[in-house]
DNA sequence: GTGAAAGCGCTAACAC
DNA sequence: GTGTTAGCGCTTTCAC
């Protein structure tokens, strides 16, 4: 086992400073030509690479992003990381992820152990619990003490920061529009809770299209649920009873739920019964049939906001600092085989 | 703005040592009561919190864990990053996730971006290009630097080090003893290249299970794919013209992909062909008709890889360290619809 | 009861 | 051309 070799032990071996040593290796021509190649021979060979922590205090920055998430088995979610993380390694950065697990306690308690220094700025999407609570003080502070924030998706107004959103209320516009286009008259809307921020956009999203296609708003079209709960009686009794003839799901298990009841009960999608989802995942892919979805580019959202953080980061005069930015990512939708 | 206080600061304000402080921060009886609760009192006040880049440099550990993953969005692999997370901050630890985007390069560079001293040790999973390649180099080498290495379901016999791996050999058996009790008898097998570890026992699991159900193994009922590339008509080769009465596949997604493909082929799932996955993930929950999968528990993985890491770091005394310990975690069958 | 000093690994301004 | 020194934030041993 050989223990990695720091500059001290170079400087050891040739009985020169260790300062000596550093400069060689940066090639500085302070140092004899003689000199650095021989440092640098022997660095090589024992494989010396510097000390990140060492450089890390020194340089009073870390290079290392934090990532706090509600959850990560989650397409949206992990395409996300994927997005942050590409951008992040380009750029000489790593990422801590932290799950909050929906919690606000978990939240904050992994914000404070982030901010001890791990880290040098924030990428992170509210918790449900954070939404529920409207407590964003724990993000305010770390803020206040320089630390730059990045929200996405799940975000609120309370926080001034970099934000980076998908235009929900367009993805669900042009979803809710398109069914009607196909001359679905009963559009059934499964959504979350109303405290979520992203799905009371997408609800307006939803009403607006309705207006402008002559539609009448019906609240009784309207099923709210947490996602990842099957709740088939519910489901059933908005399409049955109400005679739905289209549902716009703002999940993509809420939307294959949607179907599978659908096919349990005899009903045909999508000659029956169009069914459109959002979030552009794996789930939309394989069923059967095929999901068409409002993709949120998971990976875009995660790259931008990779890049509006590193920005920040890498400006060193505080001075010239740009305001808040707030960065909407265009939804598509992907047309396949369910309406 | 109120940065974050140090203790060279507090010191000041009081006109004391430095070392006073963090005395007194300690709550050591060296320090009389009124100056400890003075200075508790104004650290509490600050906000004071003990810088983790300092902590990590003098004690010579980060408390950070490195992960190194060939994907993300991916069922199994954001279980398994849940699952270390999990255990790794109930411990105090944090993870820093790294993508090898199933490149042997990228696994090398993020190797050795993260082991110059970010984090205490390791938690890994070959990428598909490092299986290929069969060079492990950079894994002996942090090894050999003393930093602990474990190795999860993607592993190698080359390295000698942890690994928590699921018993694929088993997981197959069962699925395919399963197939066979029902009465099929034409038992395709769709599967990745055979570079692959966990392709490889799957395959035995199965030739095994046939053997043991008295069917003859058929070359021609197998068929190697890459993951995530639908091939509908080698698919449909094997099933149709090698009339195949059941699928078993090493993924959700070849799975599905099956059953699409009967499907559209008119093809009754799970009358007139059987199909089982691997990895018991939302693909398998929602997809219709739901499918009978060998589940993987990557939840259990992590944590119990998360464990043993974490049992290592914390072992002072190197001469106690346990020989390398192999964990393998059982899968089950979980049966829904389509077989 | 308090403080000085060394040290973790590295850099950089400043001597010599 | 090379070395000394201070400093990043903290802990800990040893003096006073």
Redesign the pocket.
């Known amino acids: 086992m050989k223990k990695k070799i720091?500059?001290?032990e170079i400087s050891k071996r040739f009985?020169?400073?260790?300062?000596?040593v550093?400069?060689a290796l940066k090639d500085s021509p302070?140092?004899?030509e003689k000199?650095r190649k021989m440092i640098q021979a022997f660095a090589k060979e024992h494989n010396y690479k510097?000390?990140n922590i060492?450089?890390s205090?020194?340089n009073?920055k870390t290079k290392n992003i934090g990532i706090i998430l509600p959850e990560i088995v989650h397409y949206f979610f992990s395409s996300v990381i994927t997005g942050i993380e590409r951008y992040a390694t380009e750029k000489g950065y790593n990422v801590i992820v932290c799950i909050s697990n929906e919690s606000f306690d978990k939240e904050v308690i992994n914000m404070e152990m982030l901010a001890n220094g791990s880290i040098d700025g924030f990428i992170m999407s509210l918790s449900r619990g954070t939404e529920r609570k409207q407590d964003f003080h724990h993000i305010k502070e770390v803020i206040n003490q320089g630390m730059p924030v990045v929200l996405i998706d799940r975000v609120t107004d309370e926080v001034e920061c970099d934000k980076v959103i998908i235009d929900d209320f367009h993805g669900a516009y042009s979803a809710v529009s398109y069914l009607a286009e196909q001359g679905r008259k009963r559009i059934a809307l499964i959504t979350m809770p109303d405290y979520m921020s992203v799905g009371r956009l997408r609800m307006e999203g939803y009403k607006k299209a309705l207006e402008d296609a002559g539609l009448e708003y019906d609240p009784e079209l309207v099923l709210r649920m947490e996602d990842f709960y099957e709740n088939f009686e519910a489901i059933e009794k908005v399409i049955k009873e109400r005679k739905a003839d289209a549902v716009f799901a703002v999940t993509e298990f809420f939307a294959v739920s949607a179907m599978k009841m659908a096919q349990k009960e005899g009903i045909k999608v999508p000659e029956e019964l169009s069914v459109i989802g959002f979030t552009d995942g794996i789930i939309s892919i394989s069923s059967s049939p095929s999901l068409t979805t409002v993709s949120q580019h998971g990976e875009e959202i995660g790259e931008k906001a990779a890049h509006l953080l590193i920005e920040r980061l890498e400006n060193e005069n505080m001075a010239e600092q740009k305001p808040p930015q707030k960065e909407v990512v265009k939804t598509t939708l992907v047309k396949r085989d369910s309406a």
């Open positions: 720091t500059l001290k009985n020169v400073s260790i300062s000596t550093s400069k302070e140092i004899s000199t510097p000390n060492a450089l205090l020194k009073q």
